[in-house]
């Protein structure tokens, strides 16, 4: 079975440029999340999709960040414009139903300079 | 205060060695609670899930502690392949998982 699949793996901008990322979820799996982790930390939950809608986007700094899952299946995540403290990891995992087990792709480290 | 404190380490023990990591949590309403792994520069991957009773997966014992809201890991009989970050979490609103920061653990020959 194919694990989560994330591109681009490597992405360096400057800041006040805008960046997407490309999430393809497990194939069946209902529950989409994408994560931001910064060097030393842990995961943060930015935003989760239940097939196209979303069900927690708390965390999501909305001034700056989006994401969509139009279709229930793929998604991306957008920053425009970046800053700085937007250096991290952004992880894209999904679940075949809400609280089971996530499954993590390999991440999109971005730098911002 | 943090959601999930863990202890950042790292733990430096030599191979065969008993290891625990504990781990607090603040929201006494968490209902799931699990181990992660995570290897340098990759993806976190579930280790294994936490319950209220404890529970055994060969080399590591995981334990939970409701009244105190702490977590523990412990792994016997350490390998050099059990190098890696271990992140404690807990599942908040919308089952999503707020995870610790991690514990670096190193084992060495």
């Known amino acids: 079975e194919a694990g989560v699949a994330q591109s681009p793996r490597y992405k360096i901008i400057e800041k006040r440029q805008s960046v997407a990322f490309w999430c393809n979820p497990i194939?069946?799996?209902?529950?989409l999340y994408w994560y931001q982790q910064i060097l030393g930390q842990g995961p943060k939950l930015l935003i989760q999709?239940?097939?196209?809608?979303?069900?927690?986007d708390s965390q999501l700094p909305k001034d700056r960040f989006s994401a969509e899952r139009l279709k229930g299946v793929d998604s991306t995540l957008k920053i425009q414009p970046a800053k700085l403290e937007d250096s991290a990891v952004y992880l894209c995992?999904?679940?075949?139903?809400?609280?089971?087990?996530?499954?993590f792709g390999p991440g999109t480290r971005l730098t911002v300079t | 205060r943090k959601e999930v404190e863990q202890d950042p380490g790292p733990f430096n023990v030599p191979e065969g060695a008993t290891v625990a990591f504990n781990c607090t949590y603040s929201n006494s309403a968490s209902q799931s609670f699990f181990w992660y792994r995570q290897d340098c520069r990759k993806e976190p991957k579930l280790l294994m899930s936490?319950?209220?009773s404890g529970n055994e997966d060969g080399r590591f014992t995981a334990q939970l502690n409701r009244a105190s809201q702490y977590i523990s890991l412990l792994i016997r009989d350490s390998k050099l392949s059990d190098s890696a970050t271990y992140l404690c979490?807990?599942?908040?609103?919308?089952?999503?998982?707020?995870f610790g920061a991690g514990t670096r653990l190193a084992v060495h020959p």
């Open positions: 979490v807990v599942s908040g609103g919308y089952n999503k998982l707020i």
């Open positions: 995992a999904s679940s075949p139903r809400r609280g089971g087990t996530q499954y």
């Open positions: 999709f239940q097939n196209n809608g979303v069900v927690d």
């Open positions: 936490v319950y209220s």
């Open positions: 194939s069946g799996h209902a529950t």
